[in-house]
């Protein structure tokens, strides 16, 4: 079984998340995607604004009715911050059987080689770059080992950001259609993101 993970802090999960999962799983071949919330990752400099409890639930909302996606919660258990490479060796020695391949954005690939302990993850997994219309990205300025292991898959290009969300939120501005509607249904019911 070959399953895609694709992590992030969901703070909302929304539309544009949802085509980037199906877009790998398909065009990756993919037979599931796991969508992880991260607990406190790493290169963002501020806390999430949703609880970890939160965006786990909207996660698990947006997953509804895809069969193909799965909502995990390894990293939120896990506590603390979130490295790629301690998460990768909890799923490896949880599920020994599931070829993992991480789902991100083909501008985070020319940053691999910065990942922590990015070695011992490329000898684990495989990555897919989603390459959104007008990016262009050299994989020769990557390492042989690590561009041996990128797959890059065509992205339609989704302005959605959960920054913007937040934001229309803040000023009581409606979200429907960028965020799946039980999404939208537990932010307003939790008064999320309204201050």
Known sequence: MLVGIMGGTFD??????????ERARVEGGLDE?????ANV????PN?????SQQRWEMVCLAAEGNPFFRPIDIEINKGGVSYSIDTIELLKSQYPDIAFTYII???????????HRI???????????????????DLSQLPEHIRSRVK??????????????????QKQDPVRYLVPDKVGQFMEVNHLYET
């Open 12 to 21: 909302p999960i929304h539309t544009g998340h949802l085509i980037a999962a």
């Open 33 to 37: 995607v796991w969508l992880m919330p």
């Open 41 to 44: 990752p790493p290169h963002k």
């Open 47 to 51: 806390a999430p604004k949703g609880t």
């Open 105 to 115: 954005g083909a501008d985070m690939v020319q940053y691999l080689p910065q990942w």
């Open 119 to 137: 070695d011992d993850i490329v000898r684990h997994i495989h990555f897919i770059g989603l390459a959104r219309p007008g990016y262009e990205l």
């Open 152 to 169: 890059l898959v065509p992205m339609p290009l989704v302005e959605i950001s959960s920054t913007a969300i937040r934001a229309l939120r």
